[in-house]
């Protein structure tokens, strides 16, 4: 007799592995007696048909097992009466029954094989399953016995199967748990330990198949990768998705085991049980398994028919399932373990620091290539006590106790000393170590580092002399500090942004007269003139945004009601500020005797300067009024012409000369008017040409579409020919002057650079191809009376002159030159926003405009001449003229009934009254009052610095008659209007 392996094995272990004692005898004893029935069985088949029969019922009641006779047809020819307790039906009804009939179309399909074998001719023993009454499937042995007739042909064959029961299925899954134990001991791939999980799980309980698959629970899906399937049986790698089996879905996601004994019953799974016994599948167990608390995997066990799942079985497969969960879990620490092994060498090897390693007891073990690069050891010669062969021998003692307190303590480690460097230098270092625990806290091993620090605790050392000497030296400057403030004669103090000072240094006391009590006790804007203010609120407002303010005064009370000048610095601090104070009183009173000292001295290089200019033009003025007056008593009245002329030209001069001594002052009365740059420079250049000469180019670039400038044509006209006439000096033999307007935008950082308020400018430039100048003279070219021209070729007034009109005039004047390349020297005016007045023509005494009757004019001025030729003009005008000689006359003609149509009258008057005085008060009783100034002086401040109030204009001496008698006409046409 043979024995064979079936589809319905339940273990994969070869005949007598790993067996227990009890098993092998309870074993052994039944195959004894099965080998005798088959003895008994043979004889009893060579008896008659009805001995036969009788006597093999006798003899297979009598034996512990299932006897039957099955035909050709695989219908049962017998049975004795244990298939009655087995099945639950008497023998005699199984008699002609076919087997798949008794044992159900899937058993008979597993068990087919085995009978077509027997009715072949072979003997054939297996071990499994199988199904009771019940539906339990109950392990046993299984013999296919073959019965010959006489000419030894297989006629039919006799089962026999022997119940071993449930101790020889519990020994066997637990030999199935040893074996699976013993088997992942030595895998490390996951997969694998899956296959071999199932192919037992598969064996030992005889099912059709068994797998691991993942979950996908966004998808319900599952992905097997491989599965163990019993011969016949069709794998089901890949993936499948669970709702085309059942609903089951929702059990597995709660995390609870699905078992199945039939599908066809099951309501989870009656709808698609044909799907399931497809696939071999229809009773199963999906017992899912999670990681983290999510469903993550599935461990199943499919039966190809109806089958039931004992308490004890289900138990099995949660053992095995935990067995390969904790050898997976295993497997997957030691790959942990092993990259972070990987990853800690590398990075150990990568960091520039020492790192080593020892073990529980504190042996060192493990050096990175560091520690052998700097000491100069090679691997191993440092491990156990040989690392104390480089650390200094002072410092040995101490480590060797601090490192045994840190192993029986179990906190980490950390030190300094001196380590043995590979030239014998020792050098200091940080050691720090940290012990490394299992899970049950216990420690595995210490991972340590050494840093270099030698050159920071030099530094260190350094840093603490340095500190002690700063401390030194903060003490000295604080005691000098104390006695700056304690002996100082400026204001020092802290002042809060809520308007009280906060501290005070006793120069206050000095200086003030009051005493820190009081100066504290008060805000300090009682302190301060009133008039100042609106600049300290604004001062203090800059302060408070984090500015420091510097160089403004204040006017400052003192207690007995004086007032001293205090120029302050300030500070900003947060919620307060530090100040300083500097009284310069004395300083103000001193720089202005020294403004007096200069003005004096000025004037003393002005008589000296223009003494022979004046004597020149009065000369020419007196000279030819003597010819005029001789001639003329001769009677010889041709050429009288030419000596009026040489007096009108020698006047003239003499007044350009007095309107440049007015300029350089800067408080000359300006008659603003908006120009036409472009047009004035037109007007000028035949007269510039002539004044230039043959020798010297005049070129006129002007700019299309140029802005209107608000400024007085006459000095513009004055300030270009002074220009015009400092190039030709600067070229003796000759060159080119070119003359250029342009409209220009000066921006913030421009302005800055010009001292202008940024904004829209046109700029008036003469260039020349001179001797140029050094930067020394063109820093000085604007100081009054400075000239590099020979003594008695100038004076110094002219650049001085142009610079102070043209600040007047709200503009700046700037200087360009390289020395033998020539100079250009501009003019920047301020646009007007406006159209430009036509220029005035030269008006002609008998075309003047006469009066109209009773118009009557007041003329106000303490010189008789000036009066006469007024009174002159206006009567021969047809004006009705009435004379006074100082402002308290002017004034008491203005308070009387007579008509007046306009005032004329000098600015600086004898008598305490100046014209501006005596105009004002006319008005006040003769409001609308026209009044018409002519002045010799630079009476600005009289004038309101420069400004007229409407109805007033200025005429400035020495004028021409047709001048004065067009002011007149038109201030009277305009009160008319």
């Not at 009133?530 to 800059?542: G, K, M, Q």
């Amino acid at each position: 007799m043979t024995t064979a392996s079936g589809a319905d094995l339940p273990h994969a272990y070869p005949s007598g592995q790993a067996a227990s004692a009890r098993g092998d005898t309870e074993i052994e004893a039944l195959r004894r007696r099965v080998r005798e029935l088959e003895a008994e069985v043979t004889r009893v088949s060579e008896s008659p048909l009805g001995q036969e029969t009788g006597d093999l019922r006798l003899l297979s009641d009598a034996l512990p097992a299932l006897v039957a006779q099955i035909g050709p047809d695989y219908r049962y020819r017998f049975n004795n009466r244990h298939y009655e307790t087995w099945f639950g039906r008497r023998a005699e009804g199984l008699t002609g029954a076919h087997v798949r009939d008794v044992l159900g179309e899937a058993a008979f399909a597993e068990r087919r094989p085995f009978m077509d074998r027997a009715l072949a001719g072979e003997a054939i023993t297996v071990s499994g399953f199988l199904p009771d009454g019940g539906g339990r499937r109950r392990p046993c042995t299984i013999d296919y016995v073959p019965r010959r007739n006489a000419a030894g042909t297989v006629e039919t064959f006799f089962v026999i199967v022997v119940d071993i029961g449930e101790g020889h299925a519990a020994e066997s899954r637990r030999l199935a748990l040893s074996d699976l134990g013993d088997r992942l001991r030595d895998l490390d791939d996951t997969a694998q330990m899956a296959f071999v999980a199932a192919e037992i799980l598969g064996r030992t309980l005889g099912v059709s198949r068994a797998g691991y698959g993942t979950i996908d629970r966004a998808t319900e899906t599952i992905a097997i990768e491989r599965d163990w399937n019993a011969p016949g049986i069709t794998s089901l790698a890949g993936i499948l998705r669970f709702r085309d089996y059942g609903s089951y879905i929702e059990d597995l996601k709660r995390g609870e085991t699905v078992i199945c004994v039939d599908a066809e019953t099951d309501p989870r799974t009656a709808a698609t049980a044909e799907a399931l016994k497809a696939i071999s599948a229809r009773s199963f167990v999906n017992m899912p398994l999670t990681e983290h608390g999510g469903f993550v995997a599935l461990l199943y066990l499919n039966h190809a028919t109806e089958r039931a799942w004992p308490a004890e079985e289900l138990a099995f497969i949660r053992q095995v399932a935990e067995r390969v969960r904790a050898a997976t879990e295993r497997v997957r620490a030691e790959a942990a373990r092993r990259a972070s092994d990987a990853q800690f060498h590398a990075f150990a090897q990568a960091v520039p620091n020492h790192v080593w390693a020892a073990t529980a007891e504190g042996h060192l073990d493990w050096f990175n290539a560091q520690v052998y690069a700097y000491s100069g050891a090679g691997p191993g010669e440092l491990d156990g006590a040989a690392w104390g062969s480089i650390i200094h021998p002072d410092d040995l003692g101490g480590v060797v106790v601090s490192w045994g307190a840190a192993l029986a303590s179990g906190t980490p480690y950390e030190t300094s000393f001196r380590i043995r460097r590979g030239d014998g230098v020792h050098r200091w270092f940080l050691v720090r170590a940290e012990p490394i625990r299992a899970d049950d806290g216990s420690i595995v091993r210490w991972v340590g580092t050494n840093t270099d620090i030698d050159d920071q605790r030099t530094a260190s050392a350094e840093l603490t002399r340095l500190n002690a000497r700063l401390a030194d030296q903060v003490e000295h400057r604080t005691r000098e500090r104390d006695r700056i403030w304690e002996t100082t004669h400026d204001l020092m103090g802290t002042a809060g942004l809520d308007g009280y000072l906060k501290a005070v240094n006793p120069a206050w006391s000095r200086t003030l007269g009051w005493s820190e009590t009081e100066l504290l006790a008060q805000p300090f804007l009682v302190l301060i003139d009133p008039a100042d203010h609106a600049e300290t609120a604004t001062v203090v407002r800059r302060l408070a945004a984090g500015e420091t303010v510097t160089g403004f005064v204040d006017r400052i009370f003192c207690k007995d009601g004086r007032q001293r000048l205090v120029m302050w610095n300030a500070a900003p601090g947060g919620d307060h500020f530090y100040i300083v104070g500097r009284d310069i009183t004395e300083q103000r009173q001193t720089e202005e005797a020294l403004r007096q000292a200069q003005k004096m001295e000025a004037v003393g290089q002005l008589t000296g300067g223009l003494a022979h200019d004046f004597n020149n033009l009065l000369t020419g003025i007196s000279g030819s009024l003597e010819l005029l007056q001789t001639r003329m008593s001769q009677g010889r009245l041709t050429d009288l012409d030419r000596y009026i002329n040489a007096a009108q030209g020698a006047s003239k001069r003499a007044a350009a000369l007095t309107h440049r001594l007015l300029a350089f002052s800067r408080r000359q009365t300006l008659d603003p008017k908006p120009t036409n740059i472009n047009g004035l420079v037109a007007g000028m250049e035949e007269l510039i040409r002539r004044t230039v000469g043959p020798a010297v180019t005049i070129e006129v670039v002007g700019a299309a579409g140029l802005w209107t400038a608000l400024v007085d044509p006459n000095q513009l006209e004055n300030a270009l020919l002074n220009l015009c006439i400092n190039a030709r000096d600067a070229m003796p033999a000759g060159g080119r002057i070119t003359i250029e307007t342009a409209n220009t935008w000066v921006d913030t950082r421009g302005a800055r650079e010009r001292d202008l308020e940024p904004g829209q400018y046109l700029s008036l430039c003469v260039t020349d191809t001179g001797t140029g100048m050094t930067p020394e003279v063109a820093a000085r070219a604007f100081d009054p009376f400075f000239t590099t021209k020979p003594l008695g070729e100038g004076t110094g007034l002219g650049l001085s002159m142009i610079y102070g009109f043209v600040r007047q005039s709200g503009g700046q004047v700037r200087i360009y030159s390289e020395v033998g390349q020539g100079t250009t020297l501009c003019l920047y005016l301020p646009r007007h926003y406006g159209q430009a007045e036509a220029a005035e023509t030269p008006a002609d005494l008998a075309d003047a405009p006469r009066a109209e009757q009773g118009q009557t004019v007041l003329i106000v001025d303490d010189e008789p001449t000036v009066r006469m030729l007024v009174t002159e003009v206006l009567e021969d005008l047809g004006y009705t003229a009435i004379e006074a000689v100082d402002g308290a006359a002017g004034l008491k003609v203005l308070r009387s009934d007579v008509r007046l149509d306009l005032l004329v009258t000098d600015v600086g008057l004898p008598g305490g009254m100046n014209g501006r005085q005596m105009a004002d008060a006319g008005r006040a009783v003769r409001p609308g009052l026209k009044v018409l100034f002519i002045t010799g002086y630079a009476e600005n401040a009289v004038l309101g610095n420069g400004t007229l109030e409407p109805g007033m204009q200025v005429l400035t001496k020495p004028f021409v008659m047709e001048s004065l008698a067009v002011r007149i006409r038109d201030l009277i046409t305009e009160v008319q209007a």
